[in-house]
């Protein structure tokens, strides 16, 4: 087990990006201290997260034909 900075280098991801990762249970981890802070499994496969933004739905969003 590893802490929330190292495994966040390891996986490419901010340490936010962890401590969310952990708190959804995409990440199993344990309390190590009287302080509270974490010690990480490293996971066989990374819980990647979602990539760029959500699509607009908003009424007034148009959607273009393509053209060649």
Known sequence: MIGVRELAEHLGVCTSTIKQWAA???LRSEVFNDKGERLY????????????RPPNHSPLAEVLPHQA
Request: without cysteine; hydrophobic residues 20%.
């Open 24 to 26: 959804e249970g995409r």
């Open 41 to 52: 499994q490293i996971p066989q496969h990374p819980p990647f997260k979602k990539i760029g």
